[in-house]
Nanobody, 123 residues
Framework: QVQLVESGGGFMQAGGSLRLSCAAS????????MGWFRQAPGKEREFVAY????????YYADSVKGRFTVSRDNAKNTVYLQMNSLKPGDTAVYSC????????????????WGQGTQVAVSS
C-alpha cells in the first residue's frame, strides 16, 4: 500500500508555470508507475501524464503535450508535474495516482490516489 500527498497547486495567470509534487509513503515507491489526472468543475476526471517506475516511459494527454513534463525522484519518493504555459483550461484539481503495472490512461486502473491539489489559471 502507498499513501500519496500532492502539493504545489495555487493561482496563476495564463502563461505562467507551476510545479506540482506528489510525495509517497508506505510501500516501495519505485515499484509503482505513476499517473497525474485532473478534474475540472462539472467535468469528468481526465488523464494528464504517466511515468513508468524507472522514469523511462512517459506519456501525455494531447492537451498538455509540449507544455507539461512529468518526472520522478525515487530516492525522494516523489513524482513531479512541471506545468508551463498554463492556460485557463488547465484549471482543475490535480491528483496523482499509483499502479503496479504499466501504462494506462484510465483512472479505473490506478489503485492508490492522493487527495488532490487545486490549480486555478486566470486569463
Amino acid at each position: 500500500q502507498v499513501q500519496l500527498v500532492e502539493s504545489g497547486g495555487g493561482f496563476m495567470q495564463a502563461g505562467g508555470s507551476l510545479r506540482l509534487s506528489c510525495a509517497a509513503s508506505g510501500s516501495t515507491f519505485s515499484s509503482f508507475a505513476m499517473g497525474w489526472f485532473r478534474q475540472a468543475p462539472g467535468k469528468e476526471r481526465e488523464f494528464v501524464a504517466y511515468i513508468s517506475w524507472n522514469g523511462v516511459n512517459r506519456y501525455y494527454a494531447d492537451s498538455v503535450k509540449g507544455r507539461f513534463t512529468v518526472s520522478r525522484d525515487n530516492a525522494k519518493n516523489t513524482v513531479y508535474l512541471q506545468m508551463n504555459s498554463l492556460k485557463p483550461g488547465d484549471t482543475a484539481v490535480y491528483s496523482c495516482a499509483a499502479r503496479r503495472r504499466g501504462y494506462s490512461d484510465s483512472s479505473d486502473d490506478y489503485d492508490y490516489w492522493g487527495q488532490g491539489t487545486q490549480v486555478a489559471v486566470s486569463s
